[in-house]
């Protein structure tokens, strides 16, 4: 898949995730050192046919080469160049398997993928949401929530699909259906400019052992129920270990743990590569 430069959003317009950081002079740094291999697709409620239909649609975006396919898509949010904003029918929230609606449900938090411009949503999930439900001739409708309430919404019946930068787990696999992936991604952990702690890490053995030394005082924060929270705090059933020698400080988005990290008061943020450099790219700015 070719990935273009990353496109520059204006957190500073998106008041709900700057939190005063923009204008300050301090400078973040991502260290692009894969943490982790992973892989995300969009979870479905258990033995839906959904999953079918989904695959297909997305076999053909894999296909089409063109702008309008997947690899054009997922390119115009890196490059800067997408154009595409939802709205909302104004309506009480539909639930799944509703006749006229595909419901989604998101976390508008985590760009490229979904977030907000304004009170409209976008970002690569969402543009392919829309894609879907023109194909399936139902009228898109997007629930954003917190990550951590998908899935139980899934299985609830509360959304038809969840689209939100989802990697693909056992544990995850156990509760919902997932559609084919379309997309690999990996942890990578941030810093401020000019914190030397990683410069001579080669390897995630080697940023892996420099965490393993630090204690309590040293906090990383990560989004809550993401793979990030779960590689640092540590889980059983997706296989990490974690860092129990050093704090991990959860957040309701990415980008309010790096807004603490500008402002001082953790010391490194853990968290999926391509969001990691959109917003430091939109801090820095």
């Known amino acids: 898949m070719k990935l273009t430069k990353t496109v520059t959003l ?6 709900t995730l700057a939190l005063g950081a923009c204008g300050k002079q301090t400078k973040l740094s991502v260290k692009s050192i894969a943490l982790t291999e992973e892989e995300y697709a969009f979870a479905i409620q258990k033995g839906s046919s959904l999953v079918a239909e ?15 396919g997947l690899d054009g898509i997922i390119n115009s949010f890196f490059d800067g160049t997408a154009t595409f904003e939802y709205s909302n029918p104004n309506v009480a929230t539909p639930k799944a398997n509703d006749p006229t609606y595909f419901v989604v449900g998101t976390n508008a938090y985590f760009p490229p993928f979904e977030y907000k411009n304004g009170d409209k949503f976008t970002g690569i999930d969402m543009k392919i949401a829309s894609v879907l439900a023109t194909k399936f001739n139902k009228t898109l409708y997007i629930v954003d929530t917190e990550f951590s309430s998908l899935i139980p919404g899934v299985k609830a019946g509360d959304y ?3 689209m939100a930068g989802m990697t693909v787990t056992e544990t995850r696999k156990e509760q919902v259906d997932f559609a084919d ?31 393993k030394s630090k204690g309590k ?19 059983e059933d997706f296989g990490y270990d974690g860092f129990k020698n050093l704090t991990t400080k959860g957040y309701k988005t990415g980008a309010l743990a790096m807004t603490d990290l500008k402002n001082g008061a953790i010391n ?18």
């Open 10 to 15: 204006s957190l500073c317009m998106m008041g």
């Open 217 to 235: 005082d040293y906090v990383v924060g990560t989004q809550n129920g993401t793979t990030g929270y779960m590689y640092t705090a540590g889980d």
């Open 268 to 285: 490194a943020v853990i968290l999926d590569e391509q969001p990691s450099k959109m917003i430091v790219e939109a801090f820095n700015k």
């Open 54 to 68: 989904v695959n297909k649609v997305m076999a053909e975006l894999k296909a089409d080469k063109s702008a309008e």
């Open 160 to 162: 038809d699909i969840a």
């Open 181 to 211: 992936p379309y997309y690999n991604s990996a942890q990578v952990i941030t810093v401020k400019e000019g914190d030397t702690t990683f410069d001579e890490c080669k390897t995630p053995e080697d940023v892996e052992n420099i965490l």
